[in-house]
């Protein structure tokens, strides 16, 4: 399975794990979150950050990098410290080079006013985070499958495509 291009060669998903960025500062859900990965239909890395400034930091840092990898995909909770999973999402979208990253909203809130929102900054999509432990783990297991397995991921994000 081919996910794109570095320079003028194809990039497979066998040579590098898909990398994820996971924005989320309550460390039972993001363990529980990588916990749901653990068995997940392709290699992949997570980087979890704790709150949005860290986010725009380390995003900023990777561009900075010769040998970036910036993420394939952002799973971004909405209710962190320092900046909003709103004002990140804003951020990225508004941005030429991180604006192409697949952002899923994973957040306990419902609330019809963010998920508008969410999507009139250009989220890919909104999960709500469910509180049984077994329902929450299936559901992080479908983004695996559904993300991994079936869409196509934009090229990989490396030197410059």
Same mark, same amino acid.
Request: net charge negative; no cysteine; hydrophobic share 45%.
């Given at each position: ?13 066998n ?11 309550n ?19 997570? =980087? ?10 380390h ?23 320092k900046?909003?999973?709103?004002e ?18 994973? =957040? ?8 508008l929102?969410a999507?009139?900054?250009h989220?890919?999509a909104?999960?709500t ?5 077994g329902?929450f783990?299936?559901?992080v ?11 196509k991921?934009?090229?990989?994000f490396?030197?410059?495509?």
């Open positions: 399975m081919w996910i794109g291009l570095k320079g003028l060669g194809l990039v497979s998903m040579t590098r794990p898909i990398e994820i960025l996971l924005a989320e500062d460390m039972a859900d993001a363990k529980l979150t990588v916990e749901g990965f653990k068995d997940a239909t392709v290699k992949h890395h997570i =980087t979890v950050l704790s709150d949005g400034q860290q986010v725009m930091d995003l900023n840092r990777e561009r900075q990098n010769p040998d970036r990898l910036l993420p394939d995909l952002i799973i971004l909770d909405l209710n962190m410290p900046k909003t999973g709103h990140v999402l804003a951020e990225l979208k508004a941005d030429d080079e991180l604006s192409m990253i697949p952002v899923l909203i994973f =957040t306990a809130s419902d609330a019809q006013a963010d998920i929102e999507y009139r900054l989220a890919s909104y999960l985070k469910p509180i049984d432990f329902e783990t299936r559901l297991r479908s983004i695996d499958e559904f993300w991994f397995n079936f869409v991921l934009p090229a990989a490396i030197h410059g495509y």
